[in-house]
């Protein structure tokens, strides 16, 4: 059984930084993604970053980059979000998701490419 488990979400001023993790266990080996998504309060879950567990491979959005930077420990199977300069725009309920497929530039942001989705973790961000 796939789990993810994300942490690492908390309340920090405008202009701070967070680092989020995302562990995850019982994917098999071979060629998966991880991604990250957040979704704030009224408004649909987004696609904010993923990285390709082959190669290493990075998508962003355009909010967040230059800001959060993803990247994986796979001896640890855990992938982090560096988060940076934060604004109260980024304030969400931020979840990790997986699948064996990697998705393509066109479609890395969308929900429906993830099997696997983790419980979230929230991200507070105060001006």
Do not use: H
Not at 33 to 49: D, L, T, Y
Not at 83 to 107: F, H, Q, R
């Amino acid at each position: 059984e796939v789990q993810l488990q994300a942490s690492g979400g908390g309340s920090v001023q405008a202009g701070g930084s967070l680092r989020l993790s995302c562990a995850a266990s019982g994917l098999s080996g071979g060629i998966y993604v991880i991604g990250w998504f957040r979704q704030a309060p009224g408004r649909e879950r987004e696609g904010v970053s993923c990285i390709m567990r082959s190669d290493g491979r990075t998508y962003y959005a355009d909010s967040v980059k230059g800001r959060f930077t993803v990247s994986r420990d796979n001896t640890k199977n855990t992938v982090y979000l560096q988060m940076n300069s934060l604004g109260p725009w980024d304030t969400a309920v931020y979840y990790c998701a997986a699948d064996y497929t990697e998705p393509t530039i066109y479609d890395w942001n969308r929900r429906s490419e993830y099997d696997y989705w983790g419980q979230g973790t929230l991200v507070t961000v105060s001006s």
